[in-house]
């Protein structure tokens, strides 16, 4: 099982001065799951190399079981500090791709040719898409064979407006998460704020927040296995 993680390459939150990029739990959970799965793993980003973090998914309120296996285990940093460059990783050598999230892809991996590409292909070529938080921007622009948006008509979730309301990013961010899916035509549905929550639909998987992050990674494998 050869699953590929998709990270973002952008570190500046909007024009408010401060650093983001991808939050810690949302890739070591699903990092976890895969590994303990025995999947082979494969890292990207757009850039390559090491992806930023955002600082505030290192404070003490926002640590798990996950980030911490993450932070004493020396292979998996040395992974990160790594990461393929994404327009160099091909659809055809994985059989699912999950993007943890954090406010960086809805600068980057939202707009990014490579990726919207490589969901594309998947989903052609039937494998599974998963993305969580605010990851599930990188559905913004991927199209079917009919030219239609890969989230028309499907059950999806990712990061609520009241979510981002509370973390007073509503207009620092370049779209709200929730709006998008919607406006794409998607079946948006949510659960109560920071309470986890998985949508599945066909190879689509999407997660509302950090909470959903490893119930979203344990979905890919079951849709995988």
């Known amino acids: ?22 939050w810690l739990e949302e890739f070591a959970a699903p990092y976890y799951v895969f590994k303990d799965a025995e999947a082979k793993i494969t890292l990207a980003s757009p850039l390559g190399g090491q992806p930023p973090l955002d600082p505030k998914s290192e404070l003490a309120d926002f640590q798990t079981e996950a980030t ?18 994404l327009a160099e990783v091909s659809a055809t050598d994985f ?4 993007y943890p999230g954090g406010h960086g892809p809805l600068w980057d ?39 239609v948006s890969v989230v028309k008509g499907k059950t999806v979730t990712g990061f609520t407006n009241s979510e981002e309301e509370a973390v007073g990013l509503t207009e620092v961010v370049p779209f709200l998460v929730e709006d998008m899916l919607k406006q794409n035509g998607g079946e948006y549905t949510k659960q109560a704020d ?32």
């Open 1 to 22: 099982m050869k699953i590929l993680m998709v990270l973002t390459s952008h570190d500046k939150l909007g024009n408010s001065g401060e650093k983001t990029g991808f």
């Open 68 to 85: 911490q296996r993450f932070k004493t285990d020396s292979a998996a940093r040395k992974v990160l500090a790594n990461t393929l460059k």
């Open 95 to 98: 059989d699912g791709v999950f």
């Open 109 to 147: 991996l939202a707009e990014d040719p490579a990726s919207i590409s490589l969901i594309e292909a998947l989903l052609t070529a039937g494998k599974p898409v998963a993305a969580v938080c605010h990851a599930p921007a990188v559905l913004r622009h991927p199209k079917t064979s009919e030219n």
């Open 194 to 225: 920071w309470h986890p929550h998985v949508a599945i639909d066909g190879l689509l998987i999407t997660g509302q927040n950090p909470a959903s992050s490893e119930p979203a990674a344990r979905a890919l494998l079951a849709k995988l296995a």
